[in-house]
């Protein structure tokens, strides 16, 4: 009856909250990996499939399915499906605010007060098919994206199983068309779109650091040819200054450099080497973070 497509800490916990008693209409469990990422959670998914005797596949190729509905959850490919089945994608916004990809991570660089997951049908062009529920909570700042995509994962839970009894109890969906007029959209981004932009202010720039930590990889900034990870960092009083240069040191805070940005001056309190030796800053004050 149903098809789970599931990738990462959404798809497993979306699994592991997921009724028991549903289990036996699930068919397939199709797990998806993610190169980009420090984990991934398929082996964590693969463990809960094999615990509970759920048939799984561990592949981004596979791109249909057989039964009736389909869930995509965490999912990152496409998925094809025939005129009598029904593909049902669930994305991480409240939509049609942050269509396409990495919603969650963009809504935290601006500073969203609101993180939820939308759940719609598939349409030929990306997040725009018909909207079907929608779960969602507030959240408060600093908050790292572990933290965020915990809560995340949570309104994932609930509104999967949501869905299902739907489906099970056979109840239709009170759907709703997007409005066109709302839509905002969220662009891919690669590994360039890690590295700091120090004309950004310093409490964007703060949010960005905590919004592509672990499990992404990490907020990057160059010192030279060489790309240092920011992993730690705070926002502190601005000062006037005449020649204002954005990502020089201006000041040491115990050792911790204080870096000029666009608008405000933000501390330094944990950086670290790409091989993950700790950065120490001690005897440096006259850097330029680019």
């Known amino acids: 009856m149903l098809t789970f497509f599931l990738q990462g800490k959404k798809g497993l916990t979306v699994l592991k909250g997921y009724k028991e008693a549903y289990f036996k209409f699930i068919s397939q469990i199709i797990i998806g990996t993610d190169s980009h ?3 991934d959670y398929s082996d964590e998914i693969v463990a809960f499939c094999i615990e509970n005797s759920l048939r799984y596949n561990v592949s981004k190729k596979s791109n249909s399915f057989t039964t009736e509905y389909g869930l995509a959850i965490g999912w990152q490919y496409l998925i094809q499906h025939q005129h009598n089945q029904k593909l049902i994608v669930f994305h991480d916004s409240i939509l049609p605010s942050l269509r396409g990809f990495n919603p969650l991570v963009t809504g935290l660089i601006n500073g969203d007060k609101t993180i939820g997951v939308t759940a719609l049908y598939a349409s030929e062009e990306y997040d725009k098919g018909d909207i079907i529920d929608a779960e969602k909570s507030d959240i408060t700042y600093p908050i790292k994206i ?5 809560i995340v994962a949570e309104c994932y839970s609930r509104l999967a199983n949501k869905i299902v009894e739907k489906i099970i109890l056979n ?3 009170n759907t709703t ?3 066109e007029n709302n839509a905002t959209y969220s662009l891919w981004r690669d590994e360039e779109d890690y590295l700091i932009n120090w004309n950004d202010c310093s409490e964007k720039i ?4 905590d919004a592509v930590g672990y499990p992404y990889k990490g907020a990057m900034t160059r010192i030279g040819n060489k790309k240092i990870i920011v992993l730690e960092a705070s926002v502190t009083n601005d000062v006037i200054i005449e020649n204002r240069t954005v990502g020089k040191i201006i000041f040491k805070r115990d050792n911790n450099p204080v870096v000029v940005c666009g608008k405000g001056l933000l501390v330094i309190e944990k950086a670290v080497e790409q091989d993950g030796k700790e950065v120490d800053f001690k005897n440096k004050f006259r850097i330029r973070f680019k």
């Not at 572990?146 to 915990?150: D, P, S, T, V």
């Not at 703060?206 to 650091?209: D, M, Q, T, V």
């Open 177 to 179: 068309a997007q409005n």
């Open 206 to 209: 703060s949010r960005f650091i």
């Open 146 to 150: 572990n933290k965020a995509i915990k």
């Open 37 to 39: 990422v420090i984990n």
């Open 171 to 173: 109840k239709p969906f």
